[in-house]
């Protein structure tokens, strides 16, 4: 298996991972084809895909922020079972954020993720037809990892630049210390205001939910 760097949407294996993608998540969670291109471009925005006989059976899109000292993987795709595809992935991943995390000289506090909750989906709804990357396959699994949820009710801007505000995730965090019970909530919605930076049509919701952290001392981290 080969994990091999995403840096145009004119490599062939874009357009497998951008097809993969809407296969595994819903349409607001997709941005267009076409806007992916500046993304791209970026030297920060790390997007990789798994290629197994010429086809991507994987993907995922990761950064590391030293203003933050935090890292945040934007997703991460398993599109077969069986081949582990998910713990490939990881470790590659991992050892490509380290390498970043030297190379900024700013020890990582953490990892944030933005995770299904199964609890609150519409009965019947999953986020795709592959079978691991069903929410509470995928949440498990994170947890496993030692991810911990915000304790907040969280929204985010759709993807689709349509303004909607999208529910049914939560906002998680993977400390270094396993130990940390809590975040500054000024790093949570600092992260959050320069993460959704990009998406100029944002609901109210996201704008309170932020406004809220911005307020508060500490946001607890919980069990998910």
């Known amino acids: 298996m080969e994990y091999r760097k995403i840096e145009s949407i004119d490599d062939a294996y874009f357009a497998k991972m951008h097809e993969l993608m809407g296969r595994v998540f819903p349409p607001e969670e997709v941005l267009a084809f076409e806007l992916w291109r500046e993304p791209l471009l970026d030297p920060t925005i790390q997007v990789y895909v798994a290629v197994l006989d010429g086809e991507v059976v994987g993907a995922t899109e990761y950064r590391y922020r030293p203003e933050f000292a935090v890292a945040m993987t934007d997703f991460t795709i398993v599109g077969r079972a069986g081949l582990g595809i998910g713990r490939f992935l990881l470790v590659q991943r991992e050892a490509h954020l380290k390498r970043l995390e030297a190379e900024s000289g700013v020890p990582m506090l953490g990892m944030f993720a933005e995770i299904y909750d199964p609890a609150q989906l519409d009965e019947g709804e999953t986020a795709g037809p592959v079978g691991p990357m069903h929410p509470a396959v995928r949440r498990e699994v994170l947890s496993h990892l030692g991810f911990k949820r915000l304790e907040l009710a969280y929204v985010h801007p759709s993807w689709d630049h349509e303004g909607k505000a999208?529910?049914?995730?939560?906002?998680?965090?993977?400390?270094?210390?396993?130990?940390?019970?809590?975040?500054?909530?000024?790093?949570?919605?600092?992260?959050?205001?320069?993460?959704?930076?990009?998406?100029?049509?944002?609901?109210?919701?996201?704008?309170?939910?932020?406004?809220?952290?911005q307020r508060q001392e500490r946001v607890r981290l919980l069990p998910i």
């Open 166 to 213: 999208v529910t049914g995730l939560d906002l998680c965090f993977r400390p270094t210390d396993d130990e940390l019970s809590e975040l500054p909530a000024s790093l949570a919605a600092g992260f959050l205001r320069w993460y959704y930076a990009a998406l100029p049509n944002k609901p109210e919701a996201w704008e309170t939910m932020v406004a809220g952290l």
